[in-house]
């Protein structure tokens, strides 16, 4: 059995770190990367020395969260024996298969998270009323100010918290958006950042890419359950022609979500050389999608969640899905 430590414990535990391995989840968004290099900053501004890895790079939109620290977060980047001496801390992965590659490599004897559901693999702060990850980051950072332990947050760092927050909340319009999220937010806003461009760049601002992916999303929409249902299936071969980077694959379900009335959105894709599906599905009303991607061996939140499902074809990995979530329509 892991241990959950209290936010006073986990912020001891981060004191206490003087070299670390911060590990976040592969097909990084900007809660896990921004989360990651606030930490590695809390770190190396109480002294100590920290790297961020990921088992994807990351994509081009999200690379200024880690502007100014280091150019790759791929393992061959780090320094000769530094893994060997460092506690590895893990951000923003409910479980091991997350963190892809990477589990096998570097064993996390920490874990901070906000999903309620996974596989946990560490002793750490899990808290699932968290927006995101970036908020217990933050909360962190100030008990370690609250006790002195860190003489102030950058600016850098601040950017970093509030991107990851931001993100995970669509811009702080999600229903996992607390009073605590906003209170959290002004106090991040009060540091002087520019909120804006931030949200310009992690929404407004699509590669061509990712726009080539949102039109591909669009086309292949299906309606099911009278318009209850709204769903995306795409297989390798068309994410292939169209030139789609697999970083803008989360376009399917944006387009999914976005038709009106639509209670159950989900999408599926396989990549180029996977024998898997990969599935998404968000939720208004009744459903709980964490508890629908279970039955696939899959989780998430109750409004967000994924899943994969063993084989090829995209159809058929949609219908199951669609039966399954007929049952759970009411
Ligand atoms: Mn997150």
Known sequence: MYKDLALGE????????????????????????????????????????????????????????????????????????????????????????????????????????HHGVGERYADGYVDPFSAATGEIIFAIANELKAKSLLPCLKLKTVERIYAAISSDTGGFRFSNTTSATHRAAAELLSYGIDAAEINRRLFESKSPSALRALKLGLEKMKYACDGRVCYVAVTADEIEREKIEK????????????????????????????????????????????????????????????????????????????????????
């Open 247 to 330: 970083s803008d694959c989360d376009m399917f379900i944006e387009a999914a979500r976005s038709a009106e009335g639509v209670e159950v959105a989900f999408s599926v894709r396989n990549a180029p050389g996977d024998d898997n599906c990969r599935v998404s599905v968000r939720t208004v009303g009744s459903v709980n999608a964490a508890d629908l991607c279970a039955v696939f061996g899959g989780g998430g939140h109750a409004r967000a969640a994924g899943c994969g499902i063993c084989g090829k074809d995209v159809c058929l990995a949609a219908e199951a899905v669609l039966k399954e979530t007929e049952r759970r329509l009411p």
């Open 10 to 113: 986990i912020t001891a535990e981060i004191a206490g770190v003087n070299k670390a391995l911060v590990l976040f989840h592969a097909r990084p968004d900007a809660d896990a990367a921004g989360s990651a290099f606030a930490l590695a900053d809390l770190i190396k501004d109480m002294g100590g020395e920290a790297y961020c890895l990921c088992a994807d790079e990351l994509p081009g939109r999200l690379a200024f969260l880690a502007e100014g620290d280091q150019e790759s977060v791929n393992a061959s980047s780090l320094p000769e024996g530094f893994a060997d001496i460092a506690r590895v801390i893990a951000v923003d992965s409910a479980s091991p298969s997350q963190l892809g590659e990477l589990f096998g490599k570097f064993k996390p004897s920490l874990m901070i998270d």
